[in-house]
């Protein structure tokens, strides 16, 4: 195992120590329950957007905190759910009086430990909702999760409810906003090479030399198949079909793209990915009003990629354009 | 070799497709010869900043190419150098009457291209002026560069003119100011992996499975040494001592302080490298006025990173700090 670490233990919280040096304007970190937030929190008289999830996904959920898009994020250990303990407190430091939105990728221990925060926050007279992601098209139950997991429209869900929150919305209004993104948002990943946990040091599966997974998790879980690889636009073929059938997307819908890259896949070939995705879309009829490109919720440093494709409308797109400003994500401002 | 890529020949120009796509709004791309032009170039009335290089170390350059960065950058091929004509082509198409001003990483072929496309340029009436980046202490001279490389002080350079260049400055005063940021950046690498070039299909060089290469360069040429693989506090203080030795950057200067992805490696493991510089910086008595971390001058898929200080001073801050708006770096608009 190479990575640029100290002691595999550590990880989490020397990275988290490195975000907040390098973006004091941005965002703090509590230690102990450890979450990120607004630098600017509580802002009073918002409705407060929080997620979290295992670590090893970033820029997501850390990178995405601040104005128009997150109030807080809970960083769990190496692909492991934070604790209630983590969201309770969270939402204690960055609730304006306005309520919380729980914002909760479906994996079985981010679910359970989201409940009880949900508990823990409404006990204290904080008003809670939650949404669940689960936009993962590939497999309908997997090894952490009941249904179907929870992927890259949590990108897009954080970003269009911060908007929401930001703009004025109610909690009611926020949370059915995120209900809408999920509903409309659907994704396929693949990967060509595994990634390895710092505390197990070898990596999660083995993929052979000339073989790829399709339907790949953010954790390395199972997807539907291997084989061996292909050309790219045989791939994103693949995926795009399953994506598109499973809404479904159909001629003349507006649809924002995202092309997310898992974590050790360059630049170069995400643009690549995007080429044949808009080439697809066009023949569908699908027409591309935004995109996103780029390794937004990743899986340590595994190569590969994944496709999400949201439906749009007008009130989706104000909120997609709203200024952002966060570590990982920033435009307007 | 496994890579996201339909025809090892074609990569350059898919993944420019996929950019033009992308990025409407921003940027075109010209093809044959190539290059990625501001979306509203010319534009009258201001100096033309126009980079370029071999391709593979995306975002850099053409996902700088927009308002307040670049107005032109020209892709060779996979680490080849571009050709005259293209950096000539790119001139004519963007220059807005104030003259260009070519940035050029210090390669013996990008050297000997720039400064022909300069005398092209010249005969056509256009005022140009290069300078060039020379910015990596890790060797003197590499198997492609006489004297030393220019690497993560050309991403900083690029941000700075174009800023320079927004704000009306003249071709003399942008091109001084490129040579202050270069007279005062410096920068180097290291590498756990190797990058493997798509029409060569085996790796660069070997690296054993314990093993780093300290003083790397973007292209995979040998650096300084290499050892086994040590915790990154190590790792970090080995290039922090070399890059502040060599300026030198002295107690109470005001830095810039850049770490770089080299392409596969995760933002988790790049802000462990910031926490560490951080402290040292801290402990040199250098303080960070401003930072940058991400994956901006790559290596196709190779694992590793890079360190660049650049000693501030009012007037880069101000610079640093105008807005931008490409692909890939983006503020304040």
């Known amino acids: 195992m190479k990575k640029l670490i100290n002691d595999p233990e550590n990880v989490?919280?020397?990275s988290l120590r490195g975000l907040a040096a390098a973006h004091p304007d941005l965002v703090r970190v509590h230690f102990e329950p450890n979450f990120v937030y607004r630098a600017d929190a509580?802002?009073?008289?918002?409705?407060?957007?929080i997620s979290g999830g295992g670590s090893?996904?970033?820029?997501?959920?850390?990178?995405?905190?601040?104005?128009?898009?997150l109030d807080a994020a809970c960083p769990g250990e190496i692909f492991t759910s934070p604790t209630p303990d983590q969201m309770f407190e969270a939402a204690k430091a960055t609730h304006g009086g306005e309520g919380v939105l729980y914002i909760v990728k479906n994996y079985s221990g981010d679910v359970m430990n989201f409940d009880m925060a949900t508990e823990l926050a409404t006990a204290e007279g904080i008003q809670v909702q939650s949404c669940l992601i689960n936009d993962d098209v590939a497999v309908e139950n997997s090894e952490y999760s009941q249904g179907r997991r929870g992927v890259g429209t949590t990108v897009l869900a954080e970003k269009i409810c911060g908007a929401a929150a930001e703009k004025g919305m109610s909690l009611e209004q926020v949370a059915q906003t995120c209900q809408k993104v999920n509903a409309n948002g659907r994704s396929m990943g693949m990967a060509l090479s595994s990634c390895t946990l710092p505390m197990k040091g070898s990596p999660t599966f083995d993929l052979g030399p000339a073989e790829m997974e399709i339907g790949i998790g953010i954790h390395g879980e199972r997807g539907r198949y291997r084989e061996l690889l292909k050309?790219?636009?045989?791939?994103?073929?693949?995926?795009?079909e399953a994506v598109i059938k499973d809404l479904p997307f159909r001629q003349g819908d507006q649809v924002l793209a995202f092309v997310n890259g898992m974590g050790g896949t360059p630049a170069l070939e995400l643009y690549i990915?995007?080429?044949e995705l808009a080439q697809i879309c066009r023949k569908m009829g699908l027409s591309i009003v935004r995109n996103l490109v780029g390794s937004y919720i990743t899986s340590l440093e595994m190569q590969g990629m994944s496709i999400t494709l949201l439906k749009m409308d007008d009130d989706l797109l104000k909120l997609w354009d709203h200024p952002v400003r966060t570590p990982g994500l920033r435009?307007?401002?």
């Open 56 to 69: 090893g996904h970033e820029p997501m959920h850390g990178g995405f905190v601040g104005n128009g898009m």
């Open 42 to 49: 509580p802002v009073q008289g918002k409705v407060a957007v």
């Open 331 to 333: 435009w307007g401002m």
């Open 273 to 275: 990915v995007y080429m």
């Open 231 to 240: 050309p790219v636009h045989e791939i994103v073929q693949t995926l795009a």
């Open 12 to 14: 989490v919280n020397e």
